[in-house]
Structures are given as structure tokens and as C-alpha cells.
């Protein structure tokens, strides 16, 4: 990698383990660390996250302590008590944790932790971006991170930034519950790529970004802010070679033996999980329990080893939890114990990997049933483990695995029965059939390994030569900006041609609410009363609705796409075309009859166009309407040979000869020596940019694929350059006028 890449997640892959006022630095065990080490060891990195150090340190400590991590290039981000209780226990663990798992009842009644996250993301960007140099390439990782990507491109503009989001990510009814649900996606929006486990957790995030921020995906790709950003399924592997190798370890076949003997003649039931409430643990047992309850002789026959890692046990809700688990070991031993020991044999804390690998090769059956899961890596690692071709895996359908890993027995955890005769059906599975089902899982892990995911990720976050843009430069304030800025203030003569909606003035719910403030009537009567300078207000809009707002000023109108025009204040509007309007009666009743069956639709008729607006409708309706209305109109369309164009939530049917191309002919032929500045923000808008001569200036406001050379983001953004331009333009005419 020619460039570095800049690893940022919540916290460090070491653990960090304090004796007094000295250190020392351990690896840390967890899913993330363990995925991404290989890609810190093999790659030029530095990863930034927390020290998950949550205490003051004095200044000497904190030096010795970076000197550690700075070895290890790793940089770290220090937190306070307050900050790790309120930003990671709190909003992290305590409201995206249970909400993107489908666990509603687990929200608290309030979250005033929402600040602290905030800043804590504000806190972490600002450490990765001090390390950046141009060229580097940001991995920004998981939930407690979402706020980071666009917190990096506001102080980075120019970097590349992928995102992944290691849990699930949930349906667009389930994300509308989050009181910051926009802030969140936007927060996501700022990366170049947006990775996730499953197709399905990409359609989720496709639908919650249309209905909630009102974008429109197109082949897994969104445009925002004036970029492109690609929408990904990366479905995370493991280290399977590395399993491999432990499972043939001597020391390994010695356990393995060990716990076999133990057990004797009976079949070993295996989970491994932390204990959290997402991993179905409870369910799993109460299924266990059934499947002794349903024939005695399983008593005799079956054990299970239930291996449950401490997770946040300092956390009230997490130590109810472990006891509801352990009350449920307490009840299933009392019920179906025998003399010869309990049937759940309950282990509350880690093991290293060794000693998991050899439980998976002991284990005839692997239980993986979550509740919900981003993905679960156990079922893989228990797979890699299986060097003899046998055992059989259990596994969830809502775990992200479950998308790859169809040879496992597939369960609904929540359907405790069935869960029951699942591992009925797998103790009793003919060994062929389970070597067959094993063969083809271990192949598909082989295959698909962590080096894999993440070269396949930054792969497609590196496919092209910078950030994900559409052939336009964003506009924002630096040096370029200055330097057009600057060319267009010395210019004599001016033709600036302005839209109206989403140009001048942000969209509004409904066409009406879309007058101008005072301060924009005043900035075109300023720019229009410049010598030589003359402004266009070129807009989709109706006469009566130009002359209502922009009355006042001396701008030249151009209404209906430049149908009508009136050359100045008190004059009579002209039409400037004469086209055959016949059609708009079959197109008024499609449009209409459609308004008729959407809530929130309406139609706008002009003299020689129509326009259904949508702006108010729901958008899961708005898009099935859309695609009908086009199926009802596309006829009507190709026949009268018409143009059906989309705007900004409009969906418009004229006649092609008349555009806002012919506006800027009509100006040229009239002045063909006075440069243009022409600013829009949708398709019709790209007919005026397309007929713009050399030399003239176009500029595209918001998102979207354009022909404009500049791009603003916003109409405040513009508002802010064309005070900008005036006040440079009269500047100069007043130093020009001194004697």
C-alpha cells in the first residue's frame, strides 16, 4: 500500500493492565482486534481508538504510556470515567446496542447520554485526523463510531473514508424509533464506502436512508454532499488458517482427548457466547431442557457445555441478566441431574483460544442461536476447527453467518421446540450427512477469510483514484473558491442566471411556502443594481408566483422554464414560444387521478407543463407511486413526444422545446460577448448548463450526477458566495473610482 491506512475504533487492540503507576499492554481477545491484527501487522497502519484506560493519569504516566503505544503505532484517545460511562455504557451499549437487536424493551425510558456521544466521536476524529497525510486512507469501525466518518470529512475534505458497521443493522421501522436517527445516517454519510455483513443489513440501510433522509439509491451507490457513496455487503471472515493450525497442535489433541474421555459415551453439546442478552442463551437452555424433558434416556446420553464470557458486568441490567441465565442452569440440573453429574455444565469467564479450539473439536454439536447478530464469527471459528471433517452447527437464521452458512441446521431461537428438534435431529444426523454438511461449510470458511474481507473492502473503498465523487469539484471555501471569486468581481458585465427552488431558497413542503426572505430579495436587488451585472431568476415556477416574491426587484423573470418573460418590473409577461397544449388533458387525469390516491400528493399545472409534487407523501408510498405514475404517463409521453423530467420530489411533463437551454441561447444571441454564471440544482437545471458558452461559470447546488464545473452545498452556501462576489465587485469599483 503506497499510503498509510488509518485503522479508527472504539478502543485499541490491547488490553492495557495498570500495577500502581507502571503498564503493562496485553492483546485483546475481542472479535474487531482479532479480525483486523492481520491488517495492522501486514499493512503500513496506524490505529487510533480508546486506551480503555476510564482514570486521570498523571502527565509522566500518560507519556511512558503513549511511548508504549506508540511502538505498536498505535494512538490512543483518552477518556474520563464520566465519558466511558455516559458515551459507551450509556448511549453506545445502553440505546444503539439494544435498538439495532431488535430489543425494544431494553431502551431506556430516556438518554441524555446523546451529548457525551457525541463529543467523544468529535474527540476521536480529532485524534485521527492529526495523524493523517495526504493519501492515507481511513477504516473507521462499528456503533460507537457512526458520528466519525462525516466529522472526518468536515476536517478532512479531500481524504478516503470507509466505514463498517459490525452489528446489525436494522429495519427502517426500527431505526425511525431513534430520536437522532438522521444524525446518525448523516453521520455515516460522510464515508466514501459503507460496509456491511448481509444483503439484508444493506437493504435496511438503503430503505431507512430514502425514508428518512429522502435519498434515492441506485445500484448500491447514494449521492450525497457531491459525492458518491457506495453502499457495500462485506460479510467478515476468521483467520481460518490459524484455527487450522491450533486444532492440529499436540497440546490441543491432548485436550481434546481429555474432555472427550470425560464426557464418555456421551454427545457434547457446545455454546460459546458473551453473556449478552442478544445472544440467546436463555432460549438455548429452556431448548436444552426441553430436549430432556422429551425422552429420559438424553439424561444419560447428552451434555452440554455452556461457556458464557463476562460482558460489562458492571452494568446493573448485564448482572440481571447473569442471573436469570444462571437461575435457568440451577432449574434445568435440579429437573434432569443424575447421579452421575448435571447435564449443563455452566462456565462464567474467558478461555484463551486453545482452550476454545479444543472444545470445538471435542463438541459433536455447536449451538449458535442469537437472538440477532451482525454476524457471529463462533460458528466460523468452530467450523475451522473441525480438521476431521465432523460435528454439526446449530445456527440462528437471525445471525448474519446463517446468510452463508446454509449447510448448518438453520433455527428460529425464538421457537423454543423447534430449536428443541433441531439438536435432536443433529445428535441423531448420520455421520455421512454431517461429513457432507461439514465439508461444504469448512470450504466456504477456508475461502472466505478475514485477509479476504479486508482486502475485498478496501479494495472496492481503493477502486478509484480518489473519493467517490461525480466528475465535479466541490466548491467549499479555500483557495480556488477565492480565486473565481476574485476573476468574476473584476468582470464589467455579468450575466448570472438563478433557479429559484433549492437555489435561492430551500425546498419547501408544499410550493407555496416557498417565498423568498428579505435578505434574499435584497441580495438580487443589490447584485442586479451592479453596473454591468444583470441577474435572471430562471425557475420552474408560475408567473403569478414570481411576480408575487420578486416584485420588488429588478431581476429579469423567467417563469415555466422560460415560457414566459418579463424583461423588468411593470412590464407585461410575453410567452416565448407557441406549443400545442392538447395533451395536457390526458396527462392532467393520470396525475390527477394519482394525486387522488396519495395523501400528501398534489398537482401544479402551469400553461404548458404539469407537475406532480411529492414531497408530503410518505416515501415508501412516494417511490411505489413514482415507478407507477411513469408506467401511466411513459405511454402518453412517447406518443405526444413529450419530456417527463425529475426534480427535487417532482415529477414534471412539458413539452421539450421549451427548457432553460433556450433561456441562456436567447441571452447569448442578445449579448454574446457578456460572460454567464448560471447556478441550479436539479435535471432541468442541467439543459441551462449544457448551453452555457465557453468561458461562462455553471455551478450545481446539493447532490446529484452534473455537467455544472462547481458545486455548492446548499442555498445558504450560495448566499454566502454571491455576498461574497458583490462585496469583492464593489470594492474594486470603489478603488477604481479614486482619483
Not at 476536517?155 to 444524525?183: N, T, Y
Not at 434445568?332 to 452421575?340: K, L, Q
Not at 468452530?382 to 445456527?395: K, N, P, Q, T
Not at 453467518?401 to 421457537?415: C, F, H, K, R, T
Request: aromatic letters at 8%; charged letters at 25%.
Amino acid at each position: 500500500m503506497a499510503n498509510r491506512l488509518l485503522i479508527v475504533t472504539n478502543r485499541l487492540p490491547v488490553s492495557v493492565q495498570r500495577d500502581e503507576d507502571d503498564f503493562t499492554l496485553r492483546e485483546s481477545s475481542g472479535g474487531l482486534a482479532t479480525g483486523l491484527r492481520g491488517v495492522h501487522a501486514a499493512e503500513d497502519t496506524i490505529w487510533i481508538g480508546w486506551s480503555g484506560i476510564g482514570e486521570r493519569l498523571s502527565r509522566s504516566a500518560r507519556q511512558r504510556l503513549d511511548a508504549d503505544f506508540a511502538e505498536r503505532r498505535l494512538v490512543a484517545v483518552h477518556l474520563s470515567k464520566q465519558e466511558v460511562r455516559q458515551y459507551y455504557e450509556g448511549f453506545s451499549n445502553g440505546v444503539i446496542w439494544p435498538l439495532f437487536h431488535y430489543l425494544l424493551d431494553r431502551m431506556p425510558l430516556q438518554a441524555p447520554t446523546w451529548s457525551v456521544y457525541q463529543a467523544v466521536n468529535e474527540k476521536i476524529a480529532d485524534a485521527a485526523a492529526r495523524q493523517y497525510r495526504p493519501g492515507d486512507t481511513f477504516w473507521v469501525h462499528d456503533y460507537q463510531l457512526m458520528l466519525v466518518p462525516t466529522l472526518l470529512r468536515q476536517r478532512v475534505p479531500d481524504a478516503r473514508i470507509g466505514f463498517f458497521l459490525h452489528i446489525p443493522f436494522p429495519s427502517a421501522e426500527i431505526v425511525r424509533l431513534l430520536p437522532w436517527r438522521e444524525d446518525l445516517l448523516r453521520g455515516l454519510l460522510g464515508a466514501d464506502l459503507i460496509g456491511f455483513h448481509t444483503p439484508g443489513f444493506v437493504r435496511h440501510f438503503e430503505t431507512s436512508v430514502r425514508l428518512l433522509i429522502g435519498l434515492q439509491p441506485l445500484h448500491d451507490e447514494l449521492q450525497w454532499d457531491g459525492r458518491r457513496v457506495k453502499v457495500g455487503c462485506h460479510p467478515m471472515g476468521i483467520d481460518a488458517a490459524e484455527f487450522d493450525r491450533l486444532a492440529g497442535r499436540p497440546d490441543v489433541e491432548a485436550e481434546v482427548a481429555r474432555i472427550r474421555a470425560e464426557v464418555g459415551r456421551r454427545s457434547l453439546l457446545l455454546g460459546v457466547d458473551r453473556l449478552d442478552y442478544t445472544k440467546g442463551i436463555p432460549r438455548r437452555l429452556l431448548a436444552f431442557g426441553e430436549l430432556l424433558a422429551s425422552d429420559p434416556s438424553w439424561r444419560e446420553r447428552v451434555r452440554l457445555v455452556q461457556i458464557a464470557s463476562p460482558s460489562r458486568d458492571r452494568l446493573e441490567p448485564y448482572q440481571a441478566f447473569r442471573r436469570q441465565v444462571e437461575e435457568i442452569v440451577s432449574s434445568v440440573n435440579g429437573r434432569f441431574g443424575t447421579v452421575d453429574g448435571a447435564p449443563i455444565h455452566y462456565l462464567y469467564q474467558n478461555l484463551t483460544r486453545e482452550e476454545l479450539v479444543a472444545l470445538y473439536r471435542a463438541a459433536d454439536v455447536m449451538l449458535v442461536t442469537p437472538l440477532r447478530d451482525g454476524m457471529n464469527l463462533v460458528a466460523k471459528e468452530y467450523v475451522a476447527s473441525r480438521i476431521d471433517g465432523d460435528g454439526c452447527l446449530v445456527l440462528s437464521e437471525f445471525a448474519g453467518a446463517a446468510a452463508e452458512m446454509g449447510e448448518a441446521l438453520i433455527v428460529n431461537p425464538y421457537d423454543v421446540p423447534a430449536t428443541a428438534q433441531a439438536i435432536r435431529r443433529a445428535l441423531d444426523m448420520d455421520p455421512a450427512e454431517r461429513r457432507v454438511r461439514m465439508r461444504a461449510l469448512r470450504q466456504r470458511v477456508q475461502r472466505n477469510t478475514v485477509q479476504r474481507w479486508a482486502e475485498e473492502f478496501l479494495g472496492d473503498l481503493m477502486g478509484d483514484d480518489g473519493p467517490a465523487r461525480d466528475g465535479t469539484f466541490l466548491w467549499s471555501p479555500g483557495s480556488d473558491m477565492r480565486r473565481l471569486v476574485e476573476r468574476l468581481s473584476r468582470l464589467d458585465r455579468l450575466n448570472l442566471l438563478l433557479d429559484y427552488d433549492g437555489t435561492l431558497v430551500p425546498f419547501a413542503s408544499t410550493p407555496e411556502l416557498a417565498a423568498p426572505g428579505a435578505g434574499v430579495v435584497e441580495l438580487i436587488t443589490r447584485l442586479a443594481g451592479q453596473p454591468g451585472w444583470r441577474v435572471h431568476v430562471v425557475s420552474g415556477r408560475p408567473r403569478a408566483s414570481l411576480d408575487a416574491w420578486l416584485e420588488p426587484t429588478p431581476a429579469v423573470l423567467w417563469a415555466e422554464h422560460g415560457y414566459w418573460h418579463r424583461r423588468a418590473p411593470g412590464l407585461e409577461w410575453a410567452s416565448t414560444v407557441d406549443v400545442n397544449r392538447e395533451w395536457m388533458t390526458a396527462v392532467r387525469a393520470v396525475m390527477t387521478r394519482f394525486a387522488d390516491r396519495s395523501p400528501g400528493a398534489m398537482l401544479e399545472e402551469k400553461t404548458a407543463s404539469l407537475a406532480w409534487h411529492y414531497r408530503m407523501l410518505d416515501r415508501e408510498l412516494a417511490a411505489t407511486r413514482l415507478v407507477q405514475i411513469r408506467q401511466a404517463l411513459a405511454p402518453l409521453v412517447a406518443s405526444e413526444q413529450l419530456e417527463m423530467l425529475e426534480g427535487n420530489c417532482v415529477l414534471e411533463v412539458r413539452h421539450p422545446v421549451v427548457n432553460k437551454g433556450r433561456v441562456v441561447q436567447e441571452i447569448v444571441r442578445q449579448e454574446p460577448d457578456v460572460p454567464v454564471l448560471a447556478v441550479g440544482d436539479d435535471r432541468t437545471d442541467e439543459d441551462m448548463f449544457a448551453a452555457v458558452p465557453p468561458g461562462g461559470v455553471t455551478v450545481r447546488i446539493g447532490a446529484g450526477v452534473t455537467t455544472a464545473a462547481y458545486r455548492l452545498r446548499d442555498p445558504e452556501a450560495l448566499f454566502e458566495i454571491l455576498q461574497e462576489l458583490l462585496a469583492a465587485a464593489r470594492a474594486l469599483h470603489r478603488e477604481e473610482r479614486r482619483p
